[in-house]
T-cell receptor
Framework: ETGVTQTPRHLVMGMTNKKSLKCEQHLGHNAMYWYKQSAKKPLELMFV???????ENNSVPSRFSPECPNSSHLFLHLHTLQPEDSALYLCASSQEWVTNSPLHFGNGTRLTVT | EDKVVQSPLSLVVHEGDTVTLNCSYE??????LLWYKQEKKAPTFLFML????IEKKSGRLSSILDKKELFSILNITATQTGDSAVYLC????????????FGDGTTLTVKP
C-alpha cells in the first residue's frame, strides 16, 4: 500500500450512534490532518497533528474527537452527530507541519447522518 | 479573514481547447500558493508557487503567480477528457501547510 488510506469509504449513522473514521499514511510524514468537505463549500480544516501532538483545533464541535496514537495513524471519533455533519471527511498528511509542504490526501469517508 | 476566490466556478470545454483557471487571494501573511486536482475523492497536488513570475510546468499544465496583483492562473493546453475535475487553489501561511485556506474550486468538464 502507498499513500494515505481511509476507512470506511462510506458510513451511514444515526444521530445517537458512535463511530470512528480511520486514516493511515505510508509516506513517513510527520503531520496529519482532518478536513471536512461539504457540498458547495471550501475544504474546512478541522484538526492538525504534528508528531502525534495536536497543534490545531479549528473550533470544531466536541462531538468530533480526534486521536493520533502514532505518526502513521489518525482517527476521528464521532458521537451524537447532526444531519448537517453529513459530508466528505478527508484525511491528509504532509512532510512537516511548519514548512508548507504539499498535502497528500486520502480518498475520504462519505458520511451520512440520518 | 483570509480569502481565496476562484473563477470561474465551472467551465465546459471541448477536447483540444485551452483553459485558464484563476485564483485570487487576500491573506495576512502569504507563504505559498498550491494547486490541487480533485477527480473523485482525493485531491492530488499539482503545483506549489512561492515566487512571482516563475512559471511551473508539468506536461500540458502550467501555473504562474503574481504576488503584486495577488493572483495565480492555471493553464491547461490541449485539454483531454481526463482533465475533467475540480481544481482547487489553496494559499499557505507561515503557520504550516494545514493552515492553507482553500478556494471553492473550479469544476472543469472536458467534452469529447
Amino acid at each position: 500500500e502507498t499513500g494515505v488510506t481511509q476507512t470506511p469509504r462510506h458510513l451511514v449513522m444515526g444521530m445517537t450512534n458512535k463511530k470512528s473514521l480511520k486514516c493511515e499514511q505510508h509516506l513517513g510524514h510527520n503531520a496529519m490532518y482532518w478536513y471536512k468537505q461539504s457540498a458547495k463549500k471550501p475544504l474546512e480544516l478541522m484538526f492538525v497533528y504534528s508528531l502525534e501532538e495536536r497543534v490545531e483545533n479549528n473550533s470544531v464541535p466536541s462531538r468530533f474527537s480526534p486521536e493520533c496514537p502514532n505518526s502513521s495513524h489518525l482517527f476521528l471519533h464521532l458521537h451524537t452527530l447532526q444531519p448537517e455533519d453529513s459530508a466528505l471527511y478527508l484525511c491528509a498528511s504532509s512532510q512537516e507541519w511548519v514548512t508548507n509542504s504539499p498535502l497528500h490526501f486520502g480518498n475520504g469517508t462519505r458520511l451520512t447522518v440520518t | 479573514e483570509d480569502k481565496v476566490v476562484q473563477s470561474p466556478l465551472s467551465l465546459v470545454v471541448h477536447e483540444g481547447d485551452t483553459v485558464t483557471l484563476n485564483c485570487s487571494y487576500e491573506v495576512t501573511n502569504f507563504r505559498s500558493l498550491l494547486w490541487y486536482k480533485q477527480e473523485k475523492k482525493a485531491p492530488t497536488f499539482l503545483f506549489m508557487l512561492t515566487s512571482s513570475g516563475i512559471e511551473k510546468k508539468s506536461g500540458r499544465l502550467s501555473s504562474i503567480l503574481d504576488k503584486k496583483e495577488l493572483f495565480s492562473i492555471l493553464n491547461i493546453t490541449a485539454t483531454q477528457t481526463g482533465d475533467s475535475a475540480v481544481y482547487l487553489c489553496a494559499v499557505g501561511v507561515p503557520r504550516g501547510a494545514g493552515k492553507s485556506t482553500f478556494g471553492d474550486g473550479t469544476t472543469l468538464t472536458v467534452k469529447p
